[in-house]
């Protein structure tokens, strides 16, 4: 079963679909970690519904958008590369941050 989480139905904005942007960055954090960041102006993520983003069958999407398992998939990975993972966001209609700070190779 797929659990929607507390995300409203997105209202349609004037133009908003015209001013979406991703940005990718690639960062060193020091010698021990490389970050990858993917920032989006979206929808954004409430505070409260952040800290179940990577479980199993938890989901944002309405039943034909999504089965829940992405963000799980992405947090057993990183998990089994020792690599540290999140996603940041300001709240709703403040986009969102997903990122991963990966062990560089000595």
């Known amino acids: 079963e797929v659990k929607r989480m ?9 133009n908003r679909e015209d001013n979406r942007k991703i940005v990718l960055r690639i960062a060193r954090l020091n010698e021990y970690f490389v970050r990858l960041e993917v920032k989006d102006n979206g929808y954004g993520v409430k505070p409260e519904v952040l800290p179940q983003l990577f479980n199993t069958v938890k989901t944002t999407k309405t039943h034909n958008e999504g089965n ?6 992405v947090r ?12 940041d966001s300001g709240g709703e209609w403040q986009g969102a941050t997903a990122w991963i700070e990966l062990r560089t190779v000595k």
């Open 76 to 87: 057993q990975l990183c998990e089994r590369m020792g690599a540290r993972y999140g996603i």
């Open 68 to 73: 829940g398992l992405g963000l799980w998939q």
């Open 6 to 14: 507390g995300v409203p139905r997105r209202p349609v904005q004037e």
